[in-house]
């Protein structure tokens, strides 16, 4: 089969691979139908993510269709069609007990990271029966790869830690594919005012387009102030990080309002400070989290009876045969406007 392959550092490239076999009872093979790139893709070729070794098969977002089975899958068989979560759980560990599948003791963020994923023409599902969720007859599958990764971890590690509640104001720095899959789910609990802030005013654009209220280019270095003008000097009760770059906290420590939380979504490469010399007498939280995709059957729903259109993420569509055009592509987003690239086998 073919398959995109991570070969150390800013190499990349398209290779023949075996195509995988069932390593477990609970093992699924998945034909790739439809995948996507993330911007921990590009984390990765930049020789972020350690845990990613040379060789890998990246890709952790998909749909497909069920090619074979291990005798201990009892939800799925061949010829489903499935929607593949970006986080392998075991349903079993104290962990996923908790809710905290990405911490999965045998699982995990493991697609594309610490085993093979999906962009490829199959892929290995561990843990299938708890892993996969079957997509109902009629459904878009193009649009509910958003649901594998994008907008669960918009609506968990932004929306949901953010404690985003009716009539609050909300600040999401970062208008890239993850900041606008939280402006998406965050109008789910109707907030009074939501500030999108980027240096992109395209970006900036179709996020008034998705529902924001107010919209702040950072450019200048300013937004802090910007944000507070349009809070009459208050803050915003919360502020959501989704770039991952020191810059960008920052910004959020100095526009969450007293009582405010500060939810972090972006993957840091760096450290970044932390401002307790004016932040320890303010009653703020801050969190931080990986998505752990608990919430995809209700996003499911969301999207299907249209509460949430999550084909507006979608602005490229690409064969699989074009994937180094579509990193390309999703590689330059300033200057090709993308947002989520659709790849299809």
């Known amino acids: 089969?073919?398959?995109?392959?991570?070969?150390?550092?800013?190499?990349?490239?398209?290779?023949?691979?075996?195509?995988?076999?069932?390593?477990?009872?609970?093992?699924?093979?998945?034909?790739?139908?439809?995948?996507?790139?993330?911007?921990?893709?590009?984390?990765?070729?930049?020789?972020?993510?350690?845990?990613?070794?040379?060789?890998?098969?990246?890709?952790?977002?998909?749909?497909?269709?069920?090619?074979?089975?291990?005798?201990?899958?009892?939800?799925?068989?061949?010829?489903?069609?499935?929607?593949?979560?970006?986080?392998?759980?075991?349903?079993?560990?104290?962990?996923?007990?908790?809710?905290?599948?990405?911490?999965?003791?045998?699982?995990?963020?493991?697609?594309?990271?610490?085993?093979?994923?999906?962009?490829?023409?199959f892929v290995r599902i561990p843990h299938a029966d708890t892993s996969l969720y079957p997509i109902p007859a009629g459904a878009d599958e193009e649009a509910l790869v958003m649901l594998s990764d994008i907008l669960p971890t918009g609506f968990e590690c932004g929306v949901l830690n953010g404690k985003v509640a009716p009539g609050s104001s909300v600040a999401i720095v970062g208008s890239g594919p993850i900041g606008l899959a939280a402006l998406l789910t965050a109008q789910l609990y109707s907030p009074a005012q939501i500030i999108m802030v980027d240096l992109d005013d395209n970006r900036l654009a179709v996020g008034r387009q998705f529902g924001a209220t107010d919209?702040?280019?950072?450019?200048?270095?300013?937004?802090?102030?910007?944000?507070?003008?349009?809070?009459?000097?208050?803050?915003?009760?919360?502020?959501?990080?989704?770039?991952?770059?020191?810059?960008?906290?920052?910004?959020?420590?100095d526009i969450v309002a007293a009582g405010g939380t500060i939810a972090n979504i972006g993957v840091h490469g760096v450290k970044a400070d932390l401002h307790l010399e004016t932040l320890w007498s303010k009653n703020i939280t801050i969190t931080t989290r990986l998505v752990d995709t608990v919430t995809i059957p209700m996003l499911l729903k969301t999207v299907r009876s249209a509460r949430i259109d999550a084909r507006k993420l979608i602005t490229h569509r690409f064969r699989f045969d074009k994937i180094l055009d579509a990193y390309e592509t999703f590689g330059r987003a300033a200057d090709t406007k993308a947002l989520k690239v659709i790849i299809e086998a």
């Open 1 to 121: 089969m073919q398959a995109f392959i991570y070969n150390g550092p800013g190499r990349k490239n398209v290779e023949d691979r075996p195509k995988p076999v069932l390593a477990g009872p609970g093992d699924a093979i998945v034909r790739i139908t439809r995948t996507t790139i993330c911007g921990t893709d590009l984390h990765i070729l930049k020789g972020d993510v350690a845990t990613c070794k040379p060789g890998t098969i990246l890709g952790h977002e998909g749909v497909g269709v069920i090619d074979s089975v291990g005798a201990a899958v009892a939800t799925f068989k061949p010829g489903d069609h499935v929607l593949i979560s970006c986080i392998s759980a075991c349903g079993r560990c104290e962990p996923c007990r908790k809710g905290m599948t990405s911490h999965c003791t045998t699982g995990g963020w493991i697609l594309g990271n610490e085993i093979d994923g999906t962009q490829a023409e």
């Open 215 to 253: 919209a702040v280019n950072s450019s200048a270095g300013d937004a802090a102030a910007q944000v507070m003008a349009l809070t009459g000097g208050r803050g915003v009760d919360t502020a959501i990080e989704a770039v991952g770059i020191p810059a960008t906290f920052e910004i959020c420590q």
